[in-house]
């Protein structure tokens, strides 16, 4: 038993060959494509596990020169932006009272958050259909995308904001009041300052998931509105035998996302350990 602990405890060497696994596992991918991009079609195709050898910039010159990748970048952008701040503002909104307040049925609804977490888009994704485009007439709209993405947001959004809001002092929201704040002051002055940390969680955990998404945009955007996975899956498909353009255009599209991410980590692990904390 105590030979299983220290294998297993922290900073046993099981842990550190299996952390080395995962990132193997995370990271081959990322780097296969990466570093693919920098090589020709002829090189793959002679040793598709080797280095570039030489380099090959031009795949990379193509893509970031190419009009349709900043249009699909744009649109990118804006609905992820859109997602992002519909869902953090509605979320910290819900968690708030949920957290804050006590009332009658607070931990049910509390509950049908939780129970959120379990209902993918895919399930919903023939009602969102006809509600987007027929009822609402948003249709290859960015708004059409963003406003579902950021209603399958709230549940974690909520989830992860609700602890942090509770574990706030409770004297400093009763200074306030003493102070003659109101409810709605404190709320904005005192509450969502200290939660910044987690609202930066939720934020980033919003924009990647929002940045990624495939089907929703696939069903509700056409042409010109379409984002950069699709525009992936359309550069795939008209340049399928130019494997090495393929792998330079998929890895431009990861970069924001991945820089936001590495950027934020650090604030992410901050706002999930208050959470868990509360």
């Given at each position: 038993?105590?030979?299983?602990?220290?294998?297993?405890?922290?900073?046993?060497?099981?842990?550190?060959?299996?952390?080395?696994?995962?990132v193997a596992l995370t990271l081959g991918p990322v780097l296969y494509g990466a570093l693919g991009g920098f090589r020709s079609n002829e090189q793959l195709a002679a040793d598709p596990a080797g280095l570039p050898d030489p380099w090959v910039f031009t795949n990379y010159s193509e893509v970031v020169t190419?009009?349709?990748?900043?249009?699909?970048?744009?649109?990118?952008?804006?609905?992820?932006?859109?997602?992002?701040?519909?869902?953090?503002?509605?979320?910290?909104?819900?968690?708030?009272?949920?957290?804050?307040?006590?009332?009658?049925?607070?931990?049910?609804?509390?509950?049908?958050?939780?129970?959120?977490?379990?209902?993918?888009?895919?399930?919903?994704?023939?009602?969102?259909?006809?509600?987007?485009?027929?009822?609402?007439?948003?249709?290859?709209?960015?708004?059409?995308?963003?406003?579902?993405?950021?209603?399958?947001?709230?549940?974690?959004?909520?989830?992860?904001?609700?602890?942090?809001?509770?574990?706030?002092?409770?004297?400093?929201?009763?200074?306030?009041?003493?102070?003659?704040?109101?409810?709605?002051?404190?709320?904005?002055?005192?509450?969502?300052?200290?939660?910044?940390?987690?609202?930066?969680?939720?934020?980033?955990?919003?924009?990647?998931?929002?940045?990624?998404?495939?089907?929703?945009?696939?069903?509700?955007?056409?042409?010109?509105?379409?984002?950069?996975?699709?525009?992936?899956?359309?550069?795939?498909?008209?340049?399928?035998?130019?494997?090495?353009?393929?792998?330079?255009?998929?890895?431009?599209?990861?970069?924001?996302?991945?820089?936001?991410?590495?950027?934020?980590?650090?604030?992410?692990?901050?706002?999930?350990?208050?959470?868990?904390?509360?």
């Open positions: 038993m105590t030979q299983q602990k220290k294998a297993f405890g922290a900073g046993g060497p099981v842990v550190y060959v299996l952390a080395l696994v995962v190419n009009s349709e990748f900043w249009r699909y970048a744009l649109n990118s952008t804006v609905v992820a932006l859109i997602t992002t701040v519909v869902a953090v503002l509605a979320g910290v909104m819900a968690a708030y009272p949920l957290a804050r307040y006590q009332f009658r049925g607070r931990e049910g609804l509390y509950m049908v958050f939780v129970l959120g977490l379990l209902f993918p888009a895919a399930v919903a994704i023939i009602p969102l259909f006809i509600l987007v485009t027929r009822d609402l007439q948003l249709g290859n709209t960015w708004w059409g995308v963003a406003l579902p993405q950021a209603a399958f947001a709230l549940p974690i959004t909520v989830v992860i904001l609700r602890p942090f809001l509770m574990a706030l002092p409770r004297e400093l929201e009763e200074a306030a009041l003493i102070d003659g704040a109101s409810r709605v002051g404190i709320f904005w002055r005192l509450a969502l300052p200290l939660s910044m940390p987690a609202l930066v969680t939720v934020g980033v955990l919003a924009f990647v998931t929002s940045w990624n998404a495939y089907l929703l945009p696939l069903l509700l955007l056409q042409e010109d509105m379409r984002t950069l996975p699709l525009g992936v899956a359309d550069y795939s498909t008209e340049h399928s035998a130019d494997t090495a353009g393929v792998l330079a255009f998929t890895t431009i599209a990861m970069i924001p996302a991945l820089i936001l991410f590495l950027a934020m980590q650090r604030r992410i692990v901050g706002g999930l350990t208050g959470a868990v904390k509360g």
